[in-house]
């Protein structure tokens, strides 16, 4: 039996954090995303601040530059959230670039990483380590 | 029914890439959330957004619970001839919205 005051105190810390991801989940999920081959670093470009005051909305940029074939999707994964994936984008013939800005959420200072996968089958990476003061997800 | 924003440029020129830009009123409710009675507040997300120029796809995005409240979008589309950008997105619910913007090339 866990004595009551250890108990309300495990059910405090269980409330304000919720279970994050981990870096092994994002890098099994990018595993089923790429296949065997892992990603290259380069060709996309994902732009984050790297202090972020409130991580209730974080601008946040992904584009890849003069792709040698056309970009098919980019997947944005953060790893410190309580749920790893960020968004995928699908671009299609009438896109002018592949290039997507939005606002993210960040539960806790982490790595975020893009994954972009091209029609020629090859898959490029880019990451960002961040420092996070003000938390999203838990009010 | 939800507010969104769409911004296009008055100006556009054959085969010459321009930015949208679209702000869609949501509270993108994560589901990770409690309320005062420590009940869990239940997920209410849109999930999907897809823009097409006359049928033809721009981009097309899959969101999770990461993406922030009041969703910002902002994306390059390059158009022949003047057309007709539609912009729809799917919440949770299954409700399906749908803004239409004309577009003049010149």
Redesign the interface.
């Known amino acids: 039996m866990i004595p009551r005051r250890r108990f309300v105190l495990l059910s405090a810390c269980c409330?304000v954090s919720?279970a994050a991801a981990t870096p092994a989940e994002v890098a099994a999920l990018i595993q089923a995303l790429t296949g065997d081959v892992p990603p290259k670093d380069g060709l996309i470009h994902l732009d984050l601040p790297v202090m972020v005051e409130n991580g209730?909305?974080?601008a946040m940029t992904v584009s890849v530059a003069d792709p040698p074939s056309p970009v098919e999707a980019i997947h944005v994964f953060?790893e410190g959230?309580?749920?790893p994936?960020?968004?995928?984008?699908?671009?299609?013939?009438?896109?002018?670039?592949p290039?997507?800005?939005?606002?993210?959420?960040?539960a806790t200072s982490q790595t975020v990483i893009a994954i972009a996968r091209l029609r020629d089958g090859s898959c490029w990476r880019d990451s960002v380590d961040l420092l996070v003061t003000l938390a999203?997800?838990?009010? | 029914m939800v507010r969104v924003l769409v911004n296009v440029p008055k100006q556009i020129a054959a085969n010459e890439p321009f930015d949208v830009k679209l702000l869609i009123s949501h509270p993108m409710e994560s589901g990770q959330r409690r309320d005062q009675m420590g009940q869990a507040i239940p997920r209410d997300i849109i999930n999907h957004f897809i823009c097409t120029l006359d049928g033809e796809t721009v981009l097309e995005a899959d969101f999770f619970p990461a993406i922030a409240a009041n969703p910002f979008l902002s994306f390059s589309v390059v158009a022949e001839k003047s057309g007709t950008l539609a912009m729809t997105f799917t919440d949770d619910h299954g409700v399906t919205q749908t803004e239409l913007v004309a577009i003049t090339v010149t």
């Open positions: 409330a919720p209730n909305s974080v953060a959230n309580p749920l994936r960020v968004a995928v984008f699908r671009f299609g013939p009438r896109s002018g670039a290039r997507v800005t939005t606002r993210m959420r960040l999203a997800c838990i009010d």
